[in-house]
């Protein structure tokens, strides 16, 4: 026969021993001493999550049978919200991001300062929470090093592509933003910052998506002797619904922020696809600016957003249409921030439609892969010729007149390929192959980039591995010998110099593209 705390269990779902500990009372005139020792005591399949303590020393009690179901994480996450513990914000962070995060950007989504006396570090919460069993760390397909909600085995792996899908997207958004807030002279024009792995933009003691200092009146605090001291822009984005729970991190992180003594104004801003009612009354009770994209940029762009997400999403199974990108140009045409991240974005995927179509039919995009230190790297796109040869390629879309960041060619030099070689030698398939390592780009290189690329080149063995880079004219001579004539029109078109003021009309007139439509 069941005890009477598996009965409650079982129609209340996972509670706290409070909760359990006020039924055998109240219902069944069990002595309050003796229902806390009946409910401390229960074994079996009655389990209390560890290390998480909640007011008045109660525990968080529920089934085996329910670990890690949906009603877990729900009534955890109100149980740790009503006593606004730091982890329930933590953990909503992540739930409302189908339960994980990449590594980088937790500190920025679960609520918590970086650093502040009496309070919880981003690095504490999880430490303490992964000693409890409620979370961990993956290598998710495609997007890296996550924190994660603990769930089965490959769950993650199912929601990689959507999950990459939304950040690509966002990071485009971000764009816009930043370019946005800079033409309305809301913040100081150089000084817009974004999330990177490498970096994360702060403000007071939080980490955001995006930030910069205003110098607008009424965010200036006049300062007695010195220097006026500016207000700041932060703003956080989420490309999907939001509801309740999901806006409360964001709302904490403001509120403290609010209480530092240094830290000068700041507007505060949540851009969401679109928020639940209670969320949007939430953000506006606190003083919070509640944005969507079509509140921005208009419906046209919100929509170009979404058909966007569509596309990147699509891509992770099938081969790209050209013709979806042009389209996604039109639309964003008016936001010089936005077509920048776009065109990057739009030439890994090239990219990986020509790598497909002449080095290999076997191609990956944005595999993640860690050094002999333990630290990450990204290939944008990877041909593997079973047998042969993989090669791993760097992507750097830019208007054709535009110079590739010297710090990115150095990064991707001196980091990403050694510590992508040393998987690759390690790799059971791969440690005997060919490998090779090649920069495309759009763009142009500095003298200094050039020349610390050819003294890599003559220093390193031909046994171990290579280094390539094809610019502009190199890449659009690949191109061809893909022999397909939309992707050729759509590569000169955004990618080529004068290809952009070239209507496609024009482009499937010229001989190189009847060529192309001949050998297809």
């Known amino acids: 026969m069941k005890d009477a705390v598996t009965i409650f269990l079982e129609r209340s779902g996972p509670s706290l021993s ?27 399949d009655i389990k209390k999550l560890g290390y998480i303590t909640f ?47 990449p590594s980088w950007q937790f500190p920025i989504a ?50 990689s592509s959507d999950t990459r899908a939304r950040l690509l997207t966002e990071e485009l958004l971000l764009a816009a933003i930043g370019d946005w807030v800079r033409r309305l002279g809301i913040v100081s024009y150089d000084t817009v910052k974004t999330r990177t792995p490498d970096a994360l933009p702060k403000v007071g003691t939080f980490a955001w998506d995006l930030t910069a200092p205003s110098y607008l009146g009424f965010m200036v605090k006049r ?25 409360q991190p964001f709302i904490r992180k403001c509120e403290t922020l609010r209480q ?134 760097e992507c750097k879309g830019y208007n054709p007149y535009a110079e590739v960041p010297h710090n990115l060619v150095e990064q991707w030099l001196q980091k990403r390929v050694p510590r992508i070689y040393y998987a690759a030698r390690n790799h059971p ?10 920069l495309w780009s759009t763009g142009t290189l500095s003298a200094e980039s050039l020349e610390i690329i050819t003294k890599a080149k003559a220093s390193i063995k031909p046994a171990r591995y290579s280094i390539d880079v094809l610019l502009g004219e190199d890449v659009l001579k690949l191109c061809k010998g893909a022999k397909d004539a939309s992707l050729l029109v759509t590569f000169k078109k955004h990618f080529t110099k004068g290809g ?11 001989d190189e593209t009847q060529n192309a439509l001949s050998l297809t």
């Open 18 to 44: 409070s909760d359990v500990v006020e039924f055998l009372v109240t219902s069944l005139g069990v002595a309050p001493a003796t229902a806390r020792k009946r409910v401390s005591r229960a074994t079996g």
């Open 55 to 101: 007011p008045r020393k109660a525990r968080f009690v529920y089934l085996q049978k329910d670990f890690g179901s949906p009603l877990y994480w729900a009534k955890l996450t109100d149980a740790l919200l009503q006593t606004k513990s730091a982890y329930g914000y933590a953990i909503a962070a992540l739930k409302q991001r189908n339960g994980f995060i």
């Open 110 to 159: 679960c609520g918590a300062p970086l650093r502040q006396a009496k309070h919880l570090s981003p690095d504490t919460i999880y430490t303490r929470l992964n000693e409890a069993g409620l979370l961990t760390k993956t290598l998710v397909p495609g997007l890296g090093e996550c924190i994660c909600l603990v769930q089965d085995a490959g769950y993650y792996d199912r929601w």
């Open 223 to 247: 300062a007695v002797e010195g220097k006026p001291k500016p207000g700041f822009f932060a703003c956080d984005v989420f490309l999907d619904l939001v509801d309740e729970h999901g806006v």
């Open 260 to 393: 530092l003594r240094n830290v000068g104004s700041c507007m505060q801003v949540f851009v969401a696809r679109r928020f639940t009612k209670g969320a949007h009354r939430l953000l506006k009770q606190h003083g919070i600016i509640a944005a969507t994209p079509g509140s921005l940029f208009g419906e046209d762009v919100a929509a170009g957003l979404e058909q966007l997400t569509s596309v990147l999403r699509a891509s992770a199974f099938v081969s790209i249409d050209p013709a979806e990108f042009d389209e996604l140009f039109r639309k964003f045409s008016k936001l010089e921030g936005a077509l920048i991240q776009l065109r990057g974005t739009m030439f890994e995927f090239l990219s990986a439609e020509i790598a497909r179509r002449t080095l290999s039919p076997n191609v990956r995009l944005n595999q993640t892969y860690r050094g002999s230190t333990g630290e990450y790297a990204e290939a944008d796109v990877v041909a593997i010729r079973e047998g042969d040869s993989v090669t791993f390629i």
């Open 429 to 438: 398939d791969w440690k005997n192959l060919t490998i090779r390592f090649a």
């Open 500 to 510: 952009r003021r070239a209507s496609t009309a024009e482009l499937e007139s010229s």
